[in-house]
T-cell receptor, first 114, second 111 residues
Framework: KAGVTQTPRYLIKTRGQQVTLSCSPI?????VSWYQQTPGQGLQFLFEYFSETQRNKGNFPGRFSGRQFSNSRSEMNVSTLELGDSALYLCASSSPTALAYEQYFGPGTRLTVT | SQKIEQNSEALNIQEGKTATLTCNYTNYSPAYLQWYRQDPGRGPVFLLLIRENEKEKRKERLKVTFDTTLKQSLFHITASQPADSATYLC??????????FGTGTKLQVIP
């Protein structure tokens, strides 16, 4: 089975711009979660989607949004980028059922905001 | 709000010894607790999941305990090897609960 894929792998943006990151989960998985990882804060939960619905949400401002498509692929969007948004963004997929247990992570998208 | 603490940022041990990593949490009653391994520049890799009604779980050289009274999990790697050097992350949640990660402990196994 192919693993979780994320595109692009690297991205450089300037302050004020917006960015869209993409995640393709493992075939059959219906839950997709997004995380932001920085050296100071560790892995911070952004949101989780299951069957196109946001099921859980972390404590991030409204500039961070996401969606999931009917084929379980997911995108996250960050508008009005700030320098502090520079981070590794990780996507994880989990489970073909409603109960999501272990998570399978993609390689991440490294976002640099200048 | 919930808080997860992993005992130390870094842990150095001699090859062949048992590494013990600690995860403590507050203001939360997770139904599941998970452990992941992360290597530099890569996404975390799932290792073990333990349910709230389980005291201990093993997988090869790995052992996890879960004490819901102490709000603590211990993660053991026996007969440690240099290849075990990585950052280990504790995570709470799963099922319908969102998964929240600790900041991790960087383990270095010295030959």
């Amino acid at each position: 089975k192919a693993g979780v894929t994320q595109t692009p792998r690297y991205l450089i943006k300037t302050r004020g711009q917006q960015v869209t990151l993409s995640c393709s989960p493992i075939s059959g998985h219906r839950s997709v979660s997004w995380y932001q990882q920085t050296p100071g804060q560790g892995l911070q939960f952004l949101f989780e989607y299951f069957s196109e619905t946001q099921r859980n949400k972390g404590n991030f401002p409204g500039r961070f949004s996401g969606r999931q498509f009917s084929n379980s692929r997911s995108e996250m969007n960050v508008s009005t980028l700030e320098l502090g948004d520079s981070a590794l963004y990780l996507c994880a997929s989990s489970s073909p059922t409603a109960l999501a247990y272990e998570q399978y992570f993609g390689p991440g998208t490294r976002l640099t905001v200048t | 709000s919930q808080k997860i603490e992993q005992n130390s940022e870094a842990l150095n041990i001699q090859e062949g010894k048992t590494a013990t990593l600690t995860c403590n949490y507050t203001n939360y009653s997770p139904a599941y607790l998970q452990w992941y391994r992360q290597d530099p520049g890569r996404g975390p890799v799932f290792l073990l999941l333990i349910r709230e009604n389980e005291k201990e779980k093993r997988k090869e050289r790995l052992k996890v305990t879960f004490d819901t009274t102490l709000k603590q999990s211990l993660f053991h790697i026996t007969a440690s090897q240099p290849a075990d050097s990585a950052t280990y992350l504790c995570a709470l949640g799963g099922g319908y609960q969102k998964v929240t990660f600790g900041t991790g402990t960087k383990l270095q196994v010295i030959p």
